[in-house]
């Protein structure tokens, strides 16, 4: 397992596979104003299966919210598709997979690719604010706002960095990844393994409904989250996101490798 040299902020992560799961690659992509830390058990318990994961630190995320301002979407969705593109190249089969925002950037990511199979926890490509309706325009007049919180939060708390503002700029960024990443979702036709809070106040359950709706997938599982919030990951669901996830990769692993024998 090897980890970046900076100490100063999260950093992101990369675990090379062993034993009869190394050529099985997944890449993991966090959530907005999030870090790998958001992930990392999640990852960890993959890479301790023999699965070679990747974790990279979206540009903006891990420093705070003055750096986040300065960032577009095509930079938090280039960092990952990257990170997946050198993982898929030394693997054969390669998987993408995310947290909330980092749902929408693996789908996103699945709709240009030819990955083996995507799971998400949470994924977001919609908001309960109404205002991001006008937030190209709201930017302008207001920089920052305060960051969306769950009331009460039973996810494990994690140092992301200073995000105690949220940039409309980024606000702006991240709408235009949702919508890029509904377009493509008629595209995703690798199998699909979504995770889902019943009391998620951050993602709403639009997200869901236009993933049923939209997705080119004929292999969509819902998998429903009964004590979690919106940071499943890091709360009383996680285990099972784990290992509902780990047979998942399993299971489509060996239909790749069925099909390419044929």
Not at 98 to 125: D, E, F, W
Not at 143 to 171: K, M
Not at 242 to 248: L, P, Q, V, Y
Request: glycine content about 8%; some cysteine; aromatic content about 8%.
């Amino acid at each position: 397992m090897t980890e970046s040299s900076d100490r100063t902020r999260p950093a992101a992560f990369s675990y090379p596979g062993h034993g009869p799961n190394a050529r099985i690659g997944i890449a993991i992509c966090h959530g907005f104003t999030g870090s790998p830390l958001s992930i990392l058990p999640w990852a960890q318990y993959l890479a301790e299966r023999g699965f070679a994961v990747s974790v990279p630190l979206l540009p903006g995320h891990g420093t705070d919210w003055q750096d986040l301002a300065r960032r577009g979407w095509t930079d938090w969705h280039r960092a990952f598709d990257s990170a997946y593109e050198e993982l898929a190249a030394r693997t054969d089969a390669c998987y993408v997979a995310g947290l909330s925002m980092g749902g929408a950037i693996a789908l996103l990511t699945a709709s240009r690719r030819q990955v083996a199979g995507v799971a998400v926890v949470n994924p977001a490509l919609s908001f309960y604010d109404r205002r991001v309706r006008v937030i190209g325009l709201l930017k302008y007049f207001q920089r920052t706002t305060v960051p969306i919180e769950e009331e009460n939060p039973t996810a494990s708390p994690t140092e992301d960095g200073d995000y105690s503002r949220t940039p409309l700029a980024a606000v702006h960024q991240l709408k235009r990844l949702f919508a890029a990443a509904a377009r493509g979702l008629p595209r995703v036709t690798a199998p699909v393994l979504v995770f889902k809070s019943r009391n998620d106040a951050v993602v709403p359950p639009t997200s869901l409904a236009m993933i049923r709706k939209r997705l080119g997938s004929a292999s969509l599982e819902v998998v429903p989250l009964e004590r979690s919030g919106h940071v499943a990951t890091l709360d009383a669901d996680a285990q099972e996101i784990f290992e509902a996830s780990e047979g998942f990769f399993q299971m489509h692993a060996r239909s790749n490798v069925s099909t390419e024998k044929q």
